[in-house]
């Protein structure tokens, strides 16, 4: 039987106030999803539940759930069973910032995962079912995205470059989602997050080691971060892909993925598909053999017959692993064969991979693919009265406001030769 410890109510209230002020992250979870119904379990620490603002329970400990479900009149919500009533907002927050929760959507299905610090539950503003939202301390959400971004089987020096770009995305865009009462969403309109990390210590060593560091350019603003699977032996030009010319997005020899998994593929389209694609793009041969292409290096644009298409409309249309790829005709068939995986553009995973098992620093990893560009700690930079009157740096600091919605929430060009990487010896 659950117990309404008012007594202490308000005391406690402020309490959880105050420890959320500090320098967190709100992640919508499963945001394109119209959640009916979720349950909440309590995997670690204790938990107040809050309820339209106001302290439901003191605290429910571990092994104990709640079960909530949306309707029109709002959410309703049973805690280990019992009915507690329908309200506007439920908010799990973990005591002493602390605890661990699982959630489960049931409506629809999807698998549980886990999640560190606090939940905050309320209607979506469509109607259509719960926004849930975990608020948790940066350490934990960027350890989240690397492992949900880049796996586990890697070097420390990886997760470190990859740490760095994560939180680079996060300050940069902060407040995307501010409008909608979070700062980034868990898919990959924003970064990849699954929930808490769960296999890969190194990653948690990864995010404490660069604490506050990013990659800015030359205008003292944190890059955009791109990065893909593998890039076949040559990145992509920014403007080739997204339109934008970024000079520290430049097309750059890669040597290291070549012989990694993503680094080669194959698919064979019909001949008469291709051909009726093609020409639908302003592309009519009579000689089938003039729709070959090779693609040495890589291009911008499929040529043939005099005409050309854009590779990342072809891409999209029939689903090919890059836009790096060699085109023959085989019978009734085109073959195209591939190189990479992904957009191509910024850092090439399985190649930065190789280079930190080659013993190379994050830092050189990093200054190889994104060009003339700084890698600082932004902590320090803004510690520096100099750097926030000068610099950029100041007008993208995620910390400087408290998020509006979250508050209110609470409370309502060449490769790398063998040479070089021997002179270097994994130094900076």
């Keep these: 039987m659950f117990h309404k410890r008012l007594y202490c109510g308000i005391a406690i209230y402020l309490l959880l106030s105050l420890s959320l002020c500090a320098q967190k992250v709100s992640v919508g979870l499963f945001f394109d999803v119209p959640v009916k119904a979720a349950a909440f379990a309590v995997q670690s620490g204790s938990y107040a539940i809050i309820v339209n603002d106001t302290l439901l329970v003191a605290a429910i400990n571990r092994g104990a759930s709640m079960q909530l479900s949306h309707g029109s009149s709002g959410l309703r919500l ?16 973990g005591m002493g910032d602390e605890g661990l929760f699982s959630l489960t959507c ?13 939940a905050f539950i309320r209607s979506a503003a469509d109607g259509s079912g719960m926004l849930i939202v975990n608020q948790l301390d940066e350490r934990f959400y960027l350890s989240g995205v690397v492992e949900a971004e880049a796996g586990c089987a890697a070097r420390l020096e990886f997760f470190k470059t990859q740490s760095i770009l ?34 890969c210590r190194r990653i948690r060593t990864a995010v404490d080691e660069t604490e ?31 339109r934008e010319k970024l000079p520290y997005l430049r097309s750059v020899k890669d040597d290291f993925c070549r012989q990694q998994p993503g680094a080669r593929w194959q ?14 793009n302003g592309i009519r041969v009579k000689d089938v053999k003039m729709l070959e292409f090779a693609q040495p290096s890589r291009k911008k644009y499929y040529e043939a017959g ?16 890059s836009t790096f790829f060699d085109v023959r005709v085989a019978g009734g068939d085109v073959v195209l064969t591939g190189k990479g995986y992904g957009h191509g553009v910024g850092m090439c995973q399985e190649g930065a991979m190789q280079m930190a098992e080659r013993g190379l620093t994050c830092k050189v ?10 890698v600082i700690n932004f902590n320090q930079a803004l510690s520096t009265p100099a750097m926030r009157q000068d610099s950029m740096l100041f007008l ?25 990487l021997q002179l270097q010896g994994g130094k900076e």
């Excluded at 990893?365 to 700084?374: E, F, M, V």
């Excluded at 490769?415 to 070089?420: K, L, R, V, Y």
Aim: charged share 25%.
């Design 306 to 321: 005099g005409k050309k298409v854009e590779l990342t409309k072809i891409r999209q249309r029939f689903g090919l692993r």
């Design 212 to 242: 506050g560091t990013i990659v800015i350019d030359e205008q003292k603003r944190p890059i955009t971060p791109s990065f893909h699977a593998n890039c076949g032996g040559q990145t992509c030009h920014s403007e080739n892909v997204w």
């Design 106 to 118: 049931t409506n629809p299905l999807l698998p549980t995962r886990s999640y560190a610090q606090h």
């Design 365 to 374: 990893i990093l200054k190889r693919y994104y060009k003339n560009t700084s």
């Design 267 to 280: 698919k064979r389209i019909a001949l008469s598909e291709w051909r009726d694609y093609m020409a639908r």
């Design 396 to 420: 993208f600091n995620p910390w400087r406001n408290e998020t509006p919605d979250t508050t209110t929430f609470i409370d309502d060009d060449t490769s790398p030769d063998s040479n070089a």
């Design 78 to 93: 049973r805690i280990s069973g019992e009915n507690m009533g329908v309200f506007s907002s439920v908010k799990a927050v």
């Design 166 to 199: 994560s939180r680079t995305y996060l300050y940069a865009h902060f407040n995307r989602h501010a409008g909608d009462g979070f700062n980034l969403c868990d898919g990959v309109h924003c970064q990849a997050y699954k929930g808490l990390l769960t296999r």
